[in-house]
């Protein structure tokens, strides 16, 4: 994705203005790649490789959620309810 196009994706996750390594802005990104890549992947049936960076994708979001529900919770049900 476009460096534009990433910092528009995460915005309602933002914590501030400039914010791009927060956990909730992170997932935000990967939700955007995810849904970019399930796309893809619904026209393009035996694309493996995208097939994988969906499956790390989607792992590394997991990742993110699980860190957040143990420090945060209340920012975690915020995210988990705006996905």
């Excluded at 979001?61 to 988990?80: A, C, G, H, P, W």
Aim: aromatic share 8%; no cysteine.
């Amino acid at each position: 994705m476009p460096a534009k196009k990433d910092a528009q994706t995460g915005t309602p996750f933002k914590r501030h203005e400039g914010d791009t390594g927060s956990p909730e802005f992170q997932i935000g990104l990967l939700s955007a790649a995810i849904t970019q890549l399930q796309g893809h992947l619904a026209a393009h049936i035996h694309d493996y490789d995208a097939k994988k960076s969906l499956l790390k994708k989607v792992a590394r979001r997991r990742r993110f959620m699980k860190y957040l529900k143990d420090t945060n919770i209340d920012v975690y049900l915020e995210v988990s309810k705006n996905l």
